[in-house]
């Protein structure tokens, strides 16, 4: 089956490091996403890995292993901002149609 | 660069209806992409049309349909409405089809009483 998984909440503290991980499960994978989405808001889009290894952008990495269907968001100085859902979406085939395939959110909660 | 805009913000409608879901593009992007996103579920892939031509879809009744114009222009149309429907409906662009990074609408509330 296709499936992703992430954590449902994490809290961190303003300034520190968090990682928020990603396991998915797909057929045909084209490349994986993250985006934000803060509360109410429409989702917006933080980052892209097709090849294995770190990207890097600013104050947010994202990390992908393709051969253990595994992604990592690294997001650093955390700031109270950052206060949101992080979505992990994976690009494959579902019933013979690609789409992105998404995974339910991760709420992050920065506490100052 | 405007962004991604969809008609209307915020729709109430009763068991049965229709309703008619409007998505305008980045310019210059050609594909766009149909969500539904609801608590429960998290976002949930309706369809993608790319140069006027539906190039995938999602696992949803055949009560939900869309089009894609020469402008790129999108709509979504749901008929017999159910309660089940309501949800937050997202649209999003891009410039090429098959995911890669798509540009969010702010979406449609739609509520089904």
């Known amino acids: 089956g296709q499936n992703i998984d992430q954590p449902t909440e994490m809290t961190a503290t303003e300034g520190a490091i968090v990682q928020i991980n990603c396991t998915y499960q797909?057929?045909?994978?084209?490349?994986l996403f993250w985006y934000q989405q803060h509360a109410g808001e429409a989702p917006t889009f933080l980052s892209y890995?097709?090849l294995d290894g770190l990207e890097e952008k600013g104050r947010f990495s994202s990390f992908l292993s393709r051969s253990k269907g595994y992604s990592y968001l690294l997001l650093k100085e955390l700031q109270m901002k950052d206060s949101a859902s992080y979505l992990c979406?994976?690009?494959?085939?579902?019933?013979?149609?690609?789409?992105?395939?998404w995974g339910a959110g991760t709420k992050l909660i920065i506490k100052p | 660069k405007a962004g991604v805009t969809q008609t209307p913000r915020y729709l109430i409608k009763t068991r049965g209806q229709q309703v008619t879901l409007s998505c305008s593009p980045i310019s210059g992007h050609r594909s766009v992409s149909w969500y539904q996103q609801t608590p429960g579920q998290g976002l949930q892939f309706l369809f993608e049309y790319f140069s006027e031509t539906q190039r995938n879809k999602g696992n949803f009744p055949g009560r939900f349909s869309g089009r894609q114009f020469s402008n790129s222009r999108s709509e979504m149309n749901v008929s017999t409405l159910e309660l089940g429907d309501s949800a937050l409906y997202l649209c999003?662009?891009?410039?090429?089809?098959?995911?890669?990074?798509?540009?969010f609408g702010p979406g449609t509330r739609l509520t089904v009483t």
């Open positions: 890995n097709v």
């Open positions: 979406a994976v690009g494959g085939l579902r019933d013979s149609n690609y789409q992105l395939i």
């Open positions: 797909t057929s045909g994978f084209n490349g």
């Open positions: 999003a662009s891009s410039l090429r089809d098959r995911g890669y990074e798509q540009y």
